[in-house]
Each structure stands twice: as structure tokens, then as C-alpha cells.
């Protein structure tokens, strides 16, 4: 079992930065892709960006250039950097984990975005 704890959502300003950690614990395969989802009301859970063990990247067209993921392995954490936040990006934001066909998610962080 793989339990992931996000932390760092809140409410900011349009133009504002947060900074968002999720720290995985439990039985973890060491080649995996963790990333950020998100998902506003009455919308599809998205993917936001995710990186892989081996530290390659992908991100949403939405956020290219405004956001950045990065992991520390020894910790089994990965945090995304938001700049320039928008109205927009509101969302519940939700870490997850891939490895051998296994996926798990987190509880979810509330990142709020007033204008």
C-alpha cells in the first residue's frame, strides 16, 4: 500500500504563487511517475504535470511556463511550484503515484484562486 499526504493549498490572490508537497510512504516500487492532478467543480479531474523517477516532465498546456514540478527521491516527495496563479487554476489539486500498473491518490489539497 502507498499512502500520499499533500500539503501547501490555500487561497492567493490572482498573480500569486503557491507551493505545493505530497510525500509518499508505504510499499513504493523505486521506477515510478508521480504527478498533480486537479479537478474544479462541475469538471473533469486533469492532469496539471508529472514527473517521472528518473526526473522527465510533462505538463499541461495550461500551465507550460507558470508551474514547475520537481521530486526529491531520498525523500519520496514531489512538490509543484505555481507562479502567476489565474482564476482558473481553482481546483482541488490531487497527488498521484504510478508504478507496475498501481496507481494510488492523495486526499486532495484545495487551492483557490480569487480575482
Known amino acids: 500500500q502507498v499512502q500520499l499526504v499533500e500539503s501547501g493549498g490555500g487561497l492567493v490572490q490572482a498573480g500569486g504563487s503557491l507551493r505545493l508537497s505530497c510525500a509518499a510512504s508505504g510499499r513504493i516500487f523505486r521506477i515510478n511517475v508521480m504527478g498533480w492532478y486537479r479537478q474544479a467543480p462541475g469538471k473533469q479531474r486533469e492532469l496539471v504535470a508529472d514527473i517521472t523517477s528518473g526526473s522527465i516532465t510533462t505538463y499541461a498546456d495550461s500551465v507550460k511556463g507558470r508551474f514547475t514540478i520537481s521530486r526529491d527521491n531520498a525523500k519520496n516527495t514531489i512538490y509543484l511550484q505555481m507562479n502567476s496563479l489565474k482564476p482558473e487554476d481553482t481546483a482541488v489539486y490531487y497527488c498521484?503515484?504510478?508504478?507496475?500498473?498501481?496507481?494510488?491518490w492523495g486526499q486532495g489539497t484545495q487551492v483557490t484562486v480569487s480575482s
Open positions: 498521484n503515484l504510478r508504478a507496475l500498473s498501481v496507481v494510488s
